[in-house]
């Protein structure tokens, strides 16, 4: 890992020098920036993503996260991952990286092919875990994922909420358990690139897989509509999906998951709260 200085801002002109530091001769004419909970990206269509860290624990998280991104690479998945393309550089008191570009958008919200769901689902959830990645990844399993929930969460929620939850929470906590398998974490939106006529073409941002179980991807697939997310499972598969989304929206229970800390439990509270008002 090198390391250039910069200063610390994120402007639009600062990430644009990263992005061209990276890739020195690319044009970046057509570059565009869009920002996750983890990073900011510089897109250059065709050519990269260059990921750049937004605060210090996504920048020291990097490199283990590309390892993972080159682990997966390695396993030949029937659809596109992206690569790393560039060390993992310090700029300041960031990092940033470039990975590989991968074809295709998103679907809107509601919509999707069942089957194309489905691959998708068991071809992650049939990965041969190698020891580098077992090595790698988180497995919430072993660290008492729902015993965090309860003691740092569900005595912050609203009285009307806190005893329903619990036994929700509970409830999850309390399913079967299935052996550990590669789940990615954050399966909707903008991370599945489908073709013009619906086929999948690759998977992105994989910054949230963990071990654990495969049901939490088909639960975050759900952005897709439950009733797609029914024809493209199993009976038990889609029961657990919907028990583990239950408590607090799937999207929450992944922040505890892939195992980053919670560092700021009012504002994590507050989300499941409007969540909760909204759709449970």
Known sequence: MTMIPQPAESTAENLLEIADALLPGHSLDDARITA??????????????????????????????????????????????????TSVTWFGERTAVAVSWV??????????????????????REVAVTPRLRELLYAPRDQGW???????????????????????????????????????????????HWSGDGQLVGVLDWDQAHLFDPAVDAALMAWHGWDNIRRAVDHETYRRARTYDAPFGIGHLVGVLDGRPLTNVKGYVNSIVAWLERDA
């Open 36 to 85: 996750g909970n983890l990073h900011h990206v510089v897109l250059l269509p065709g050519t990269a993503a260059v990921r750049v860290s937004k605060r210090p624990s996504s920048a020291h998280e990097m490199p283990r996260r590309m390892e993972v991104l080159r682990e997966i690479a390695r396993i030949g998945l029937p659809f596109d991952v992206p690569e790393p393309l």
């Open 103 to 124: 074809d295709g958008e998103e679907q809107p919200e509601g919509r999707g092919d069942p089957g194309q769901m489905g691959m998708l689902l068991r071809a992650v």
């Open 146 to 192: 729902a015993e965090l929930l309860a003691e740092e969460v569900i005595p912050h929620l609203p009285d009307r909420w806190r005893d329903e939850c619990r036994r929700r929470l509970e409830t999850a906590r309390d399913l079967e358990p299935v052996p550990d398998a590669l789940v990615h974490g954050d399966l909707c939106g903008s991370n599945v």
